[in-house]
């Protein structure tokens, strides 16, 4: 079960999330949704127009705060720079509560909204204020497309999300955002990252999973979960988590019959899904972050149409 990325698994399956036809005509649309909407209520132009036969690259990073966001984008950034990565990756921050981040961001959503001028506006709390940017953003989608249009064909870009976990287990607002970059003809795949220290305790592990696969059934895309930090864990600890194939196979964390009880039944659920797998990161370890670019790009399907490169070095010329 937790072996890295089943890629015979329904969720990478393409096919189940098809891009929309570059046909206005074709789409289906919901004139009383917010999601094409501008804060004035009226739909400025179809949101297909500029993207018709354009296809970009989304990955959209997701987790608990804390679970390591920020550090993959900045070390998929650093990629970019050294050559490493094969293409040019635009980082973008799409958190409002985001005080500061390591990384050149194209662009930042706290440009439209920021949760600091929310609260003290609208007196709002810290997760109040949250949900609020991201029902104003979806409000303005407009500006989100606007921003997008900036990249070139082909561009791959990095989505740094924010840290709240409702955003992704039972509001919709990551969901509709989901339904915003799709209609705008482009090709999402969703990295759920869990921190490794969190997971190696076995109540906790069942935690994690749950919120992985909670994430999965709600934003419908092709997914990756990411085992970030663990470089932190005792040597043999990562393999002893991978190993597992079956989440039945955790310890039960309490001697009460009662949880025990619980506990087990929501291992079944995990096994009865069996979708939750894990890819290790390692940041001090060549080739682990490639490695997890490398699902990210079949999930999304990036670099099928490209030539091959072949390596003169091992061939020769011509």
Same mark, same amino acid.
Request: proline residues 6%; hydrophobic residues 35%.
């Given at each position: 079960?937790? =072996?890295?990325?089943?890629?015979?698994s329904?969720?990478y399956?393409?096919?189940?999330h098809p891009?929309?036809t570059?046909?206005?005509?074709?789409?289906?649309?919901? $004139?009383?949704?917010l999601?094409?909407?501008p804060?004035?209520?009226?739909l400025t $132009?179809?949101?297909?127009?500029?993207?018709?036969g354009v296809?970009?690259?989304?990955?959209?990073?997701?987790?608990?705060?804390?679970?390591g966001k920020t550090?993959?984008? *900045?070390s998929l950034?650093?990629?970019t720079?050294?050559?490493?990565? $094969?293409?040019? /990756?635009?980082?973008?921050?799409? =958190?409002?509560?985001c005080d500061s981040y *390591?990384?050149?961001?194209?662009?930042?959503?706290? #440009?439209?909204v920021?949760?600091? =001028?929310?609260?003290e506006?609208l007196?709002?709390?810290p997760n109040?204020?949250?949900i609020?940017? &991201? +029902?104003y953003l979806l409000e303005?989608?407009d500006w989100?497309?606007?921003k997008?249009?900036?990249?070139p064909?082909?561009?791959?870009?990095?989505?740094d999300c %924010?840290g709240?976990i409702e955003?992704? *287990? &039972?509001?919709?607002?990551?969901?509709r955002?989901v339904?915003?970059?799709?209609?705008?003809?482009?090709s999402?795949?969703?990295?759920?990252?869990?921190?490794? *220290?969190f997971?190696a305790d076995?109540?906790?592990?069942?935690?994690?999973?749950?919120?992985?696969?909670?994430c999965m059934?709600?934003?419908e895309?092709?997914?990756?979960?990411v085992?970030?930090? %663990?470089?932190?864990?005792p040597?043999?600890?990562v393999?002893?988590?991978?190993d597992?194939?079956?989440?039945?196979? /955790?310890e039960l964390?309490?001697r009460?019959?009662v949880?025990n009880?619980l506990t087990?039944?929501?291992? #079944?659920?995990?096994d009865d899904?069996s979708?939750?797998?894990f890819?290790?990161?390692?940041?001090?370890?060549e080739?682990s972050?490639?490695?997890?670019l490398?699902?990210? =790009? &079949?999930?999304?399907q990036?670099?099928?149409?490209r030539?091959?490169?072949?390596n +003169?070095d091992?061939f020769g010329?011509g």
């Amino acid at each position: 079960l937790y =072996d890295p990325i089943p890629f015979k698994s329904p969720c990478y399956n393409p096919s189940l999330h098809p891009p929309p036809t570059s046909s206005p005509s074709s789409l289906t649309r919901s $004139r009383s949704s917010l999601l094409w909407r501008p804060k004035r209520g009226k739909l400025t $132009r179809d949101p297909l127009s500029s993207f018709a036969g354009v296809m970009k690259y989304i990955q959209l990073i997701c987790g608990p705060a804390g679970s390591g966001k920020t550090t993959y984008v *900045t070390s998929l950034s650093n990629l970019t720079l050294q050559g490493s990565a $094969r293409r040019t /990756v635009y980082c973008a921050n799409l =958190d409002p509560g985001c005080d500061s981040y *390591t990384y050149d961001a194209a662009f930042d959503v706290r #440009e439209l909204v920021g949760v600091e =001028d929310v609260m003290e506006e609208l007196e709002m709390g810290p997760n109040g204020a949250t949900i609020y940017c &991201h +029902e104003y953003l979806l409000e303005n989608v407009d500006w989100l497309q606007d921003k997008l249009e900036e990249f070139p064909e082909d561009a791959y870009i990095v989505l740094d999300c %924010c840290g709240q976990i409702e955003l992704y *287990t &039972h509001l919709d607002v990551m969901q509709r955002l989901v339904s915003s970059l799709t209609s705008f003809g482009c090709s999402v795949v969703a990295l759920f990252l869990v921190d490794a *220290t969190f997971v190696a305790d076995a109540g906790k592990f069942i935690s994690g999973s749950l919120l992985s696969l909670s994430c999965m059934l709600k934003l419908e895309l092709p997914h990756v979960n990411v085992l970030t930090k %663990c470089d932190l864990l005792p040597e043999g600890e990562v393999d002893r988590i991978l190993d597992m194939k079956s989440a039945s196979a /955790v310890e039960l964390p309490s001697r009460n019959p009662v949880l025990n009880g619980l506990t087990r039944a929501l291992q #079944e659920i995990i096994d009865d899904f069996s979708q939750v797998a894990f890819l290790p990161l390692n940041l001090k370890e060549e080739g682990s972050l490639e490695l997890v670019l490398e699902h990210a =790009d &079949h999930a999304l399907q990036w670099g099928e149409g490209r030539d091959v490169e072949v390596n +003169e070095d091992l061939f020769g010329e011509g």
